[in-house]
């Protein structure tokens, strides 16, 4: 055999390699695998199970591995290996799109599903407590300013941010930096408290870098304390620890209200009408992204859109409402089936 005609197997067995690797999710996958956030997870799980219930397709496979997390593995390349679907509590960045493109994923389909609020709970043992968004800040921030000067966050207790709110130490237990309802909490509510400060609010023209730093940096000295993306486990530890504070979305106080309460924030208690009205200001949409070349090559992802995106599951009284879902209004439930039907590619601009 001549070394051409080696080389010519060597080049044909590359190629086929690559085809197999590119056009195979459906001969080696038959179930959808969804990523993603753990806000979205118990959503996507009922919906996963209805489905699987209801449908020729098997039941898809829904990881909590938070809302970066699950961008990250969905935005790494096209092919069986990789996730068909991710669950997000808060909008796809410009850098994720980038990195998809980056890995040869080109098109994003993006499916809004409705509201949640993020939480601020206790122990049901415990008094409930109204915070305004400037103490919050002031108990979270990596540094706040003391005699007009930034410096590291000095505050150990809620009374030392506020003389009305309790004297005991400040310990939250909250989402880490990979969680969408991490960036959801800093963007709302951190930030929310930061600006009520005019010196520090005047930064944002002057430095914006140097602005986002101050307002969105939580404390790293042991009173927030990370508790990865379990929120089940933050109830757990709330009621182990009543003078704790938990950081969650609404879903998982409305599935846990036998044993934990959601405080007040600037005298508006997180409840269903509140979240959807708007009224409750650390309020933030849902979505999940669907991987188009995975459409048609892993089996059901159409049928698994329409069964989200129907009135049965996210409409006002789906059974996604029961699980503590917000249903967005007629107009956009209509449209976000539309563009679950059509395919709609993402426009972040829109």
Known sequence: MTNRTLTALAGLTTLAATLLSLAGPAQARDQIRIVGSSTVFPFATAVAEEFGKT????TPIVEATGSGGGLKLLCSGVGVDTPDIANASRRIKQSEVDLCAE???EELIEIKVGYDGIVLANSKTMPLI???LRSVWLALAKEVPVDGKLVPNPYSKWS?????????????LGPPPTSGTRDAFVELAMEGGCQTFPEIAALKKEDSNRYKSVCHSVREDGLYKEAGEND???????????????????SFLDQNADVIQGNMIDGIAPTFGAIGDG??????SLYFYVKK???DTIPGIREYLEEFTSEKASGDFGYLTDKGLIPMPDTERRKSRSDAENLKPLNLDS
Do not use: C, M, W
Request: charged content about 20%; hydrophobic content about 45%; proline content about 6%.
């Open 55 to 58: 449908t020729e397709f098997a």
């Open 160 to 172: 030392e941010v506020d003389p009305t709110l309790p004297d005991v130490e400040i310990e939250v």
């Open 130 to 132: 109204s915070f305004d």
């Open 103 to 105: 890995n040869g994923v």
């Open 232 to 250: 089940n486990l933050i109830v757990q530890r709330l009621q182990k620890t009543p003078t704790a504070f938990g950081i969650f979305g609404f």
């Open 279 to 284: 009224a409750y200001t650390v309020s933030r």
């Open 293 to 295: 070349a995975h459409v």
